[in-house]
């Protein structure tokens, strides 16, 4: 069963960052392309990056491009988004999740299966 957990969410002020993180414990995480999702109250969950099973490439929704950060640790089987220049657009529950693939710029997911996610909250 893959097991995603995702962590370092809180409650900012618009402008600050947050660093949130994705621990895997399955060895598909190596080989696979991987991607951040938030949803926001009463709305439909949103690709916010991707990126490549290696690192090599990275993908941006361009909400966040130039804002946000996606990168991974395989050895540590470990994924990060890096939140900079937060604003209380930016505020849902964040996802990580296995891909199966990426399209213009947006993670597909594998599963319809999500984790507990972490709450992030920026206000103004």
Known sequence: QVQLVESGGGLVQAGD???LS???STPAFNRSAMGWFRQASAQERESVAAISWNGDKQFYADSVKGRFTISRDNAKNTMWLQMNSLKPEDTG???CAILRA???NRGVPLSNSWG???Q???SS
């Open 116 to 118: 507990q996610g972490t």
């Open 22 to 24: 994705c621990s895997a």
């Open 17 to 19: 960052s947050l660093r």
């Open 102 to 104: 990426i399209v213009a």
């Open 93 to 95: 529950v964040y996802y």
């Open 120 to 122: 992030v909250t920026v």
